[in-house]
């Protein structure tokens, strides 16, 4: 187990290298020139070149990458170009509101997408399963852009069972008042297509051959769906689910737009139209980072579901 | 009667802040905030319009000596900076030292500050005395008190700033009306009523009447729209894109609107949009097309200027919002000129005969040559966005309308800026948002010598550089005027812009808000509004 650790994490290196140069060619081939960002309306050529001394572009390429690889290895990825605000505290500051959201978000719509996912694989063909694929299809078929609208416009606005938009201060009126809407709608767009495929998931463990035997031997199907599908089709649920964790924090960007959620994704499309290199580098470098611990820990979760499987 | 804290105005910004130290701003929103809580030496007369400088720190307006290159202002005393831990539990009084300093950090690279062009000219600042600011310049400037009076130049103190270092953007602490109660970045900005505020009395009222401003940064229309409906926001400032829903076609709030006692404050922004054409002979060592003053060159330019559809970009892409600009100043600012009339008219007929005229043939495929008989292609540089493309689009179908052939040059915006501070780029649709309510700020934009800033279409006329100069050393005025028509009928005679458009912008206000009347300069109206109970 622990050889397993270690050979996992030391495969971290060269996947976050990987990520490192992609990020800083991209950046640097579609960025453009922050200096003209920053310079303001009218700025001569030595305000430029001092603008690009202090943000250390005027470096060369191969001195500017040797310090993406520092900032990674200390985790100091200085001060945005934009604000002047620690990176360090734009991450610890707009986390917690990205969390508050995304957390009932993936819990909700895994339990709802997995209870509707296993009545549909165990009432397969009849009308429950053909009206929950409807469901999907069409749910499939609207744009997240469409739910935003529509939610805030008749729940909040008609309707004023929750506030159009906003963020508090304390947990709970975040959390029950202001996060709401925006985790109803997060829902919304994931049911139809988790559920599609936990209902794959399902189907592929109801047709084994020890769903048949328990069956034979005359288990209940409660206990049959349960105990033995429901813990053998988790595993891919489960990486599913902690997959989506990572890129939901940075690409939940049109639900903060829309619900004025100061959280991670916001912060992230700001840095874009900003040209804040320290804060994209940071976002990419903190999401890989998280995707492939999430990897790492869904596989040991794997273990932890099935002891049959083998770590290797 | 003193602030009311119960009185809370909830307004919305559309664009996250950057900050709120003064010399590191550039945005509007940011600018807003700044307004509001730091104090220039000189602002502007909250009714009069043209806008109108009074003092404001300032004992009186500025002393001008020495032909325009000296001001000399004393500062009232007894102004105080609002409290924090930076002053050690001692009351802060304001002094000319403040100013000085404040106007010195904007020349420190260290600042990169987006507004040192406007203290540029700033020679020496000297403080004779506690209160006294003298103010030398290099050259005459005759609208410097306008520098004077904008929201950046508010006074900081040093106390502060050394204290807070690389976090002013977040601490900002002035002697104006307000003062940062909560701040959520990109989110909250939540201002109160300054305790130490002067005693500042307008129209028999003691000034801010309200108790704060909060402000919530909304970036999508559909969620300022919604919350200004259900009355969570009592001034919306920002929704142009969906004017129809609240407007009428002649500019008047819809009906319904009206009875619920909402209130439209429609003006115009102190504003132009114009497409210029780079005036180089070559771009990068490869023949322009458009640029040069040889016939032809001039016939070419003023052909495209004359076939560009502005009625359409102001119905379609400004969905009705906007008013034609006639003058390069726009209205509003001193010195534009309501009478003058243009002579690059809309009039795709006389364009394509003058494009004949002057040789330039229609090839098999419609499109023309030059008149040499190579291919001509016209380069048009915008950025990716969905507005730009409506730009694309209207400026191709305007120039296949005169067998011009259009190519897009798709860049990013910091990309597009450095090509044109080079004076590589061969046309591009820019705006000028007025930094001071003065024609001065519009017509450096064609000065030679502002090339490679400015001047972005590196526009070099000798005889429109000599009237500008003589302009700087004039006030506002009949002379000045007379010369700014000049040089517009110069720029004109060159067609070196086509001339687009003043944006309107649309206030709508809550019944409660009290007192609002939309200024031309100042970012916002917060000091003198109330809210009735």
Redesign the interface.
């Known amino acids: 187990m622990l050889a397993y650790l270690i050979r996992r994490l030391w495969q971290f290196v060269p996947t976050l290298l990987g990520v490192v140069l992609l990020v800083f060619i991209l950046f640097n081939w579609?960025?453009?020139?922050?200096?003209?960002?920053?310079?303001?309306?009218?700025?001569?050529?030595e305000?430029?070149a001092?603008?690009r001394r202090?943000l250390g572009v005027d470096q060369p390429y191969y001195v500017q990458l040797w310090l993406f690889i520092e900032q990674i290895a200390t985790g100091d990825f200085g001060?945005s170009w934009?604000?002047?605000?620690k990176v360090s505290a734009?991450f610890a500051?707009r986390l917690g509101p990205s969390l508050t959201v995304l957390v009932p978000l993936l819990l909700i719509s895994t339990l709802v997408s997995m209870g509707a996912a296993m009545l549909a694989a165990y009432k397969r063909a009849a009308w429950p399963d053909r009206a929950i694929m409807i469901g999907c299809t069409l749910g499939q078929s609207v744009s997240i852009l469409v739910y935003i609208?529509v939610f805030?416009?008749v729940l909040?606005?008609q309707l004023?069972w929750f506030?159009?938009?906003?963020?508090g201060?304390s947990l709970a009126e975040n959390l029950f008042r202001y996060s709401a809407l925006p985790v109803i709608v997060g829902v919304m767009v994931s049911l139809a297509p988790d559920t599609r495929l936990y209902r794959s998931f399902f189907l592929d463990e109801i047709n084994q051959d020890y769903v048949r035997t328990a069956r034979a031997k005359g288990m209940s199907e409660p206990r049959v769906m349960w105990i033995h599908v429901l813990r053998n089709a988790a595993i891919p649920i489960v990486t599913n689910v902690m997959m989506q964790l990572p890129g939901l924090l940075a690409g939940a960007f049109l639900i903060e737009?829309?619900?004025?959620?100061?959280g991670i994704g916001?912060?992230v499309i700001?840095a874009v139209e900003r040209?804040d290199f320290p804060v994209i580098k940071a976002v990419t470098v903190y999401v890989a980072i998280a995707t492939m611990v999430v990897n790492l820990a869904a596989d040991l979760l794997y273990k932890a579901i099935d002891p049959r499987v083998q770590l290797k | 009667m003193a602030a009311d804290p119960a009185k809370i105005l909830h307004v919305t910004f559309m664009a996250a802040e950057a900050g709120f130290d003064p010399v590191k701003i550039s945005d509007y929103y940011s600018g807003s905030v700044v307004e509001a809580i730091f104090d220039p030496l000189l602002t502007y007369d909250y009714l009069a319009r043209p806008a109108r400088l009074v003092p404001n720190t300032a004992l009186a307006l500025p002393a001008i000596t020495d032909g325009g290159r000296t001001y000399t202002l004393k500062v009232r005393p007894g102004i105080y900076f609002a409290a924090d831990p930076a002053f050690k539990g001692v009351k802060r009084e304001l002094v000319a030292a403040d100013y000085a300093y404040s106007i010195r950090r904007f020349a420190d690279p260290k600042n990169r500050s987006p507004y040192a062009f406007l203290f540029a000219g700033v020679a020496a600042l000297e403080t004779p005395d506690r209160y006294t600011l003298r103010i030398r310049l290099k050259h005459t400037d005759l609208n410097f008190s306008h520098v004077l009076a904008t929201q950046i130049s508010g006074a900081v103190a040093r106390e502060v700033i050394e204290a807070y270092g690389d976090e002013t953007n977040s601490h900002p602490v002035g002697t104006g009306p307000f003062v940062l109660a909560k701040y959520v970045r990109s989110s909250k900005i939540v201002l109160a009523a300054s305790p130490t505020y002067r005693e500042h009395y307008w129209e028999g009222r003691k000034l801010p009447s309200l108790g704060g401003v909060e402000i919530s940064i909304m970036e999508e229309t559909q969620s300022r729209w919604l919350a200004f409906q259900r009355g969570e926001t009592d001034i919306e400032y920002q929704l142009w894109e969906i004017a129809p829903t609240f407007m009428t076609g002649d500019g008047r709030l819809r009906p319904e609107f009206e009875k619920r006692g909402i209130g439209l404050e429609r003006s115009i922004d102190a504003e132009i949009t114009y497409t210029f054409f780079n005036m180089q002979e070559t771009i990068g060592g490869q023949p322009n097309p458009v640029g040069g003053f040889s016939k032809e060159k001039i016939a070419l330019r003023r052909a495209i200027a004359m076939a560009y559809r502005v009625d359409d970009q102001i119905r379609i892409i400004r969905k009705g919002q906007a008013i034609r600009a006639r003058y390069p100043i726009p209205p509003g600012i001193a010195g534009h000129d309501p009478e003058y009339a243009g002579s690059i008219p809309y009039d795709p007929r006389t364009a394509n005969a003058l494009l004949d005229k002057f040789g330039y043939k229609r090839g098999h495929d419609g499109y023309r040559t030059l008149p040499d008989g190579k291919p001509l292609a016209v380069r048009y540089s915008s950025t990716p966005t969905e507005r730009d493309r409506q730009f694309d689009e209207l400026w191709k179908q305007s120039l296949d309308s005169i067998g011009v052939r259009l190519e897009i040059h798709k860049d990013r915006f910091p990309e597009l800026n450095k090509l044109q501070d080079q004076c590589r780029l061969m046309m591009r649709t820019s705006a000028w948002i007025a930094d001071y309510p003065d024609g001065d700020n519009f017509m450096q934009l064609l000065y030679g010598p502002n090339t490679g800033q400015s001047n972005n279409a590196c526009y070099r006329s000798a005889e429109y550089d000599r009237r500008y100069e003589k302009s700087q050393r004039l006030p506002d005025g009949a002379e000045r005027n007379k010369l700014y028509r000049e040089m517009t009928r110069l720029m004109e005679t060159d067609t070196v812009w086509m001339l687009g458009d003043s944006r309107y912008r649309n206030v709508l206000l809550q019944p409660r808000v009290a007192g609002f009347k939309k200024h031309p300069v100042l970012a916002t109206e917060w000091l003198y509004l109330d809210l009735k109970q």
């Not at chain 1, 579609?30 to 050529?45: E, S, T």
């Not at chain 1, 506030?163 to 963020?167: E, I």
């Open positions: 579609i960025g453009g020139d922050p200096a003209y960002l920053l310079a303001g309306k009218i700025a001569n050529p305000q430029i001092n603008i202090q001060a934009a604000t002047n605000e734009i500051t609208i805030q416009y909040a606005y004023g506030p159009v938009q906003g963020w201060s737009r829309f619900f004025s959620i100061p916001r912060e700001l040209s």
